[in-house]
């Protein structure tokens, strides 16, 4: 008899299972395609960027797909490669995001744009066609990779801020409409994590990300590993109950 964390059991978590990743090239994302995969699913990953094609060379079981999850053809092209490669869609995993750091005053009309486009338009093309995909294999589940700014507010960030407010009410219909098709549906209220998701708009971003540790009870910020574990939690059997929920990761800062 083996133990529910031993790791035949782990190997075989995910066995059969079809899930698809946005923003799976680095950081949260490609840390969940290789949890997913070692524990026994088929992945399509998807991202906008580059090196994205490298990991099929990496993780066997991932079929990797470059694609601006902001335009509709691609989620629609991503589900159905899912179907067309392995035979379905059990799991989606909307982890793809873009932030901003602006006064309000200083946001423009394209600053608020670019942010909404990715964190909750093209999260709600994705759910919309895995919900279709998932409704043919007769359930599912959605996790999104979400932020403790969609319950508590923080300076200069009125877009992002905004964005995954949109994106946990999102998740919250999705659990209430998929509910009796067998879809689960949830979000995780992400902290500060060490990735390089603010490099391309702070020169200071390690710096930045670290200034944060201090200002959560247990005194540091997550590594990209521990977000990706409480998503597949998320998506697994083990969760089964759990649906339409915010889930705070964030190592304490909204208990204070």
């Known amino acids: 008899m083996t133990s529910a964390t031993s790791p035949s059991t782990e190997t075989a978590e995910f066995a059969g299972k079809v899930a698809l990743v946005t923003g799976a090239a680095r950081g949260v994302g490609k840390e969940t395609v290789a ?11 998807v991202d906008l960027r580059p090196d994205i094609e490298d990991l099929p060379h990496e ?3 991932v079929l990797a797909m470059r694609g601006d999850i902001t335009r509709e053809e691609t989620a629609t092209r991503a589900v159905q490669s899912a179907v067309d490669e392995f035979g379905g869609l059990d799991i ?35 759910a919309r066609e895995a919900f279709r995909a998932m409704q043919a294999r007769g359930g599912g589940a959605i996790v999104s990779t979400g932020s403790y700014t969609c319950t508590v507010a923080l300076p200069e960030g009125a877009a992002y801020s905004a964005s995954k407010g949109a ?70 059997p083990r969760a089964g109950f759990v649906t339409g929920a915010v889930v705070a990761a964030d190592g304490g800062f909204t208990a204070v």
């Open 35 to 45: 949890l997913l995969t070692a524990r026994g699913a088929r992945v399509v990953a």
């Open 59 to 61: 993780m066997p079981g």
């Open 92 to 126: 989606l995993v909307n982890n793809a995001g873009r932030t901003l750091n602006k006064p309000v005053t200083e946001t423009t009309a394209e600053d608020w744009d670019a942010v909404l486009a990715v964190n909750a338009r093209g999260s709600f093309f994705c």
């Open 167 to 236: 994106l946990a009410q999102l998740t919250k219909v999705l659990a209430v409409e998929g509910g009796p098709l067998g879809i689960r549906a949830n979000i995780v209220a992400a902290g500060v994590v060490e990735t390089d998701f603010l490099d391309t708009i702070r020169s200071d971003s390690r710096a930045y990300l670290a200034s944060f540790a201090d200002a959560q009870p247990l005194g540091r910020v997550a590594q990209p590993e521990e977000i990706a574990e409480v998503l597949c939690f998320l998506v697994s």
